[in-house]
Structures are given as C-alpha cells and as structure tokens.
C-alpha cells in the first residue's frame, strides 16, 4: 500500500504575487513623486483638487487589498487540499463500494452488483470501455431486489479485453415499458491515494476513483 507523491512543481503563484506587489509598489512610488512634484510647483492661487489624487491612493488601496485576498485564498486551497490529502490517506487498505458504475477488469474478472426496485419485464446489462464504447452486452436478472453480475473480460466477439476501467449500466423495463428504478455498484480494496492532481484520488485496481463515488467503507 502506498501514496503517490504529488509532482513538484515551481511555485507559480508565489511568484506571480511577488512580481504583482513590486509592480504596485513601482508604480505607487512613481505616483508619490509625480504628486509631490506637481504639489510643490503648483500655483498658490489656484491650488490642485485634492479629490483627483484621494481617488488615486484610495485606487492604489483597493489594489493591495485584492493582492493579498487572492494571496489568503491560494493559502486556503492549498491547506484544503492537504487536509483532504490526509482524510484520504485513511483510506488505504479499506474495502469501498463504488457507486459510479466503474469497475475494475483484473486477471480477467470484473464484478459489480445491481438493484432493481421492482420486477421488469426485460432487463439488458451494457459495459463500455474508458471511452464509452460498447464492448459487451447481455440480458440480466429481470427480479426485484439485489443481483450479483461477473464479467470475464471478453467482448460480444469472444476477445479477450485488456485490464483497465469500465462501466457497466443496466436498462430494465416493466412490461408496459416504463423504465424500472435500478443502481449499480462495485467494491474493491484502496491500494494507494494518487495526489498529483488538484485532488487526491483513490486506487482501486485499475482505477481511480473521487471521494463522491464512494458510497460505504468497510475493514
């Protein structure tokens, strides 16, 4: 078991904050000693409108404050981030149960379970690759309740697939026709926690799934 290291990368925003404050701060100095010029060769008998230059500190103000709230808020991604890096690791080694439809194809077998909440007339199971693609299909259990369905890997020519992902979906109808309410899930063990993306992502065989799929954990 273990956990992918995030990649490292430059610190880009860090950088683009630093080369933002030395902009403003350029540019702020600039100002002062174009208003201190201009305040000490003005003519005394008809004085400079202070509103102009109040408006341009005050715009110099709002500037600054921007920069550091983006600042604070890459600060609050980042320890979001870590915190969820850490709720993740928790993860490793536990049993989950998988709600996306996704499973693992591994040593040739790939296994979900499917509900139906009431008998259906018909009922035709549907699996595709990575790439939505079909590569196989059959007729299910048409019963109302919990059913188990196992996949060897090979597609509706008798080719064996190679292992990866891939998504199985269940079509029922009721003999009027009307669509029949089902789910499909997966389980599998946590292997490792990959986190080189923006968010970490669990292993699972041979797929990578997000927290939001995970629907129960077990020892």
Known sequence: MTVTPAAS??????????????????????????????LKNQDPTSPMDSNQFTQQLVMYSQVEQQIDTNDNLKTLITQGTSNAAAMTAGYLGKKVSITNGNGSLSGGAANWTYNLATA???????????TGKTV??????????????????????????SDGTYKMTVAAADAAGSTVTSSVASAGTVTQIDMTGSTPMLVVGNMEIG??????IGN
């Open 9 to 38: 990368t430059p610190s880009t925003s860090t950088s683009g904050q630093t080369d933002a404050m030395k902009q403003l701060s350029g540019n702020f100095s600039t100002f002062l000693t174009l208003l201190t010029t201009q």
């Open 136 to 161: 196989y299909t059959t007729t299910g259990a048409t019963t109302a309740g919990d059913h188990a369905f196992t996949w060897d890997g090979k597609d509706n020519n008798g080719n064996q697939l």
């Open 120 to 130: 259906a007339a018909t009922n035709q199971i549907t699996v595709t690759d990575s």
């Open 211 to 216: 927290l939001g799929d995970i629907a129960a």
